[in-house]
């Protein structure tokens, strides 16, 4: 779109060649500028295009699958935020934008409806607690209080940052278990239930508290100690619909497809316990 120009020479007028020099880079720019202003504006199209979906890291296995499935039967791309569940209600209050939220327990749900920014919300699927060691049971670990044994190594979510954190500190007190008693064992605290299942694949820790779904995902390094039903506590995972979404009529198209029968086979194919347990 340049054309060359031969300088043109003048006594009276100057170097006309520098003065066509500085009109063409103006138009350099001009077209630079508007290059990126158009690709910018694309971008944000694009992204206004996209439903928004934040989801808890733990669920992040069986949820890349059902996201995979529903974009091909459907015309809507979800662009996925994957943190634990606090750190992702931060967000939202600190950005309120987005359209779906989908946190590891119903508990961050009802927070964030007290906030004021639920539209309406479904139960999912339901978490069941339990003990993950290492493969083969080397220290014996038969339940929550065998946790408390000299020199155990042993890691839990933190409580201010994970849904799997928040239930642990909670399923604890509920067996006479403080969070100080364990403390003298605690090596590791995670972000992430997903961080508490990498430490066994590791053989860095003896014992991890994660969902039974999750613990499954390591059975070829690590060994399941179930709790029992009376001594645990089981929680619902629920999806809600943010109130400034902007995408309100797909995001509920992806709601009804995560609650439909081809969403639960992909969700048993992960392990996940779809029906409420007692």
Known sequence: FLVYSP??????????????????LKRIVFILTVVAVVGFLGC???????VVFYCAAG????IADIITAFEAEHDISIVTDYAGSEVLLSKIKLTQTGDLYMPGDKHYIAQADEAGMIEASWPVFYWVPTILVKKGNPKNIAGLGDLLGDGLSVGLGDPKACAIGRTTKRLLEKNGISWADIEKNLKFQSQTVNELGMQIHAGALDAVIVWDAIARYYDDHGELIPIAAADNIVSSVDIGILKFSKKKADAQTFIDFINSNAAR????KHNYTTKPTE
Not at 44 to 50: C, G, I, Q, T, V
Not at 59 to 62: D, E, L
């Open 59 to 62: 669920i992040r296995p069986a």
């Open 7 to 24: 300088c043109r020479f003048s006594v009276r007028g100057g170097d006309s060649c520098e003065l066509e020099g500085v009109v063409v």
């Open 265 to 268: 086979l992909i969700f048993e």
């Open 44 to 50: 944000r199209r694009r992204d206004a295009d996209r």
